[in-house]
Nanobody, 128 residues
Framework: QVQLVESGGGSVQTGGSLRLSCAGS????????MGWFRQAPGTGREGVAM???????WYADSVKGRFTISRDSAKNTLYLQMDSLKPEDTAMYYC??????????????????????WGAGTSVTISS
């Protein structure tokens, strides 16, 4: 059974940092695209960062240069290091995996509805 559990969310001030973690169980996640998505109140879910199985990474323009996605295959864990946080980064952050492909991260970044499994999310609040 595929299970994704996010952690690391919280409340910080503008300019602060947070590191999100997504622990996966039930399969070898190193074979698949994994990524982070977010959803602010009243908006749709948007892609933040994706990690392909070959190590390539993709970022939304709004977070480039501030966020870093990485994965530890041995621990089946995906990370999102978030620096220079802004109030507009406030959202619920979700981890997700696509079980059908490992090399389509850019596509899935723009098409969150194509992801197969989702975690329950972790809340991030940035105050000004």
């Amino acid at each position: 059974q595929v299970q994704l559990v996010e952690s690391g969310g919280g409340s910080v001030q503008t300019g602060g940092s947070l590191r999100l973690s997504c622990a996966g169980s039930g399969q070898r996640y190193s074979l698949y695209c994994m990524g982070w998505f977010r959803q602010a109140p009243g908006t749709g879910r948007e892609g933040v960062a994706m990690s392909d199985s070959d190590g390539r990474v993709w970022y939304a323009d709004s977070v480039k240069g501030r966020f870093t996605i990485s994965r530890d295959s041995a621990k089946n864990t995906l990370y999102l290091q978030m620096d220079s946080l802004k109030p507009e980064d406030t959202a619920m952050y979700y981890c997700a995996v696509n079980n059908n492909a490992g090399l389509r991260g850019l596509y899935y970044l723009k098409n969150p509805d194509q992801m197969d499994y989702w975690g329950a999310g972790t809340s991030v609040t940035i105050s000004s």
